[in-house]
């Protein structure tokens, strides 16, 4: 064959996020990672947003964060709910409307904040970013940043809920939340 017939191989674009995250992944008792009726449970909801502040109705959201007792071992089974222990993990999907809601117990001093990867279709990689409930001292993440872009970390109680919080997503534009960059070797 000669070769100016010959085939080059060239390097294929990532896959893309398909719309199926928000319906083949949640799993019963997802958003639940606090024990059903514990007296400290709190709820944190909010939406994800697009660049154009249009609501995103399949993305999916994953939630980690430390034990009441600060350890970060996580129970077993965390995909199993049994409705008596703190799992530290959490998966929910959001509606129609982009919203989202979880039910959780309120972050440790040691570890301030929930951490949570986000899975949004188009986006060949899935961002992370942290939620805070108030700025801790000696941050370091927070520390780095410009007040009005840790303002995008914060959680803002919910005037309308008991012991609720709100924590919207906004995958750019204006008051886009700060994403972190984890480089992989």
């Known amino acids: 064959m000669p070769s100016s017939s010959r085939a080059t191989s060239h390097a294929t674009p990532s896959q893309t996020i398909g719309p199926f995250y928000g319906t083949a992944l949640p799993f019963p008792g997802g958003p639940d990672a606090a024990p059903v009726g514990h007296p400290d449970a709190i709820t944190v909801h909010g939406r994800v947003l697009d660049g154009e502040g249009v609501p995103v109705p399949d993305a999916l959201l994953e939630f980690w964060q430390a034990a009441p007792d600060g350890s970060l071992t996580g129970s077993p089974g965390s995909l199993h709910r049994d409705g008596a222990r703190f799992t530290g993990f959490a998966r929910v999907p959001t509606g129609g409307d982009g919203h989202y809601a979880l039910r959780t117990l309120p972050p440790t001093e040691g570890v301030p904040y929930l951490a949570l ?57 204006e008051a886009e939340t700060v994403f972190l960059d984890f480089a992989t070797a």
């Open 117 to 173: 990867c986000l899975f949004v279709r188009g986006l060949p990689r899935n961002l992370f970013t942290r939620v805070y409930f108030r700025e801790p001292d000696g941050d370091p993440l927070l520390g780095a940043l410009p007040p009005e872009r840790r303002a995008t970390l914060l959680a803002a109680p919910d005037p309308g809920g008991h012991r609720a919080y709100r924590f919207d997503v906004r995958l750019q534009g």
